[in-house]
């Protein structure tokens, strides 16, 4: 948050994230309620959540063992771009760990 003063940082637990799925749902809320709480989604509750995060609200998402060391992906959001992250050492992937959108852009 050094970089960034003005922001908020953003902590969800199954409660909360639920209600947010629930918020931008475009399907039956009942039925991501079923899903998100069943075993089946395993890994991928937390990027489900973090989607939700940063369409309702925007910003940048990164793993808690990342770090920013300058403010370029902010001024990228802010010259226009809908998403922004990094490139997989690999060259074939998106690196999920870091991931930026304005709000109601991502998904």
């Not at 475009?26 to 890994?43: D, L, R």
């Not at 902010?74 to 992250?85: A, T, Y």
């Amino acid at each position: 948050l050094n970089f960034f003063p003005g922001w908020n940082l953003i902590s969800d637990d199954d409660t909360s994230c639920l209600q947010k799925l629930k918020q931008v749902a475009v399907y039956n809320t009942s039925e991501i309620e079923t899903w998100f709480t069943s075993k089946a989604i395993g890994v991928y509750k937390s990027d489900v959540c973090r989607m939700a995060q940063l369409y309702l609200h925007g910003g940048i998402y990164l793993d808690n063992d990342l770090g920013l060391m300058s403010s370029a992906i902010l001024e990228d959001l802010e010259s226009g771009f809908d998403v922004v992250s990094a490139i997989s050492l690999n060259k074939k992937e998106i690196f999920h760990a870091i991931l930026g959108a304005p709000p109601g852009k991502l998904m």
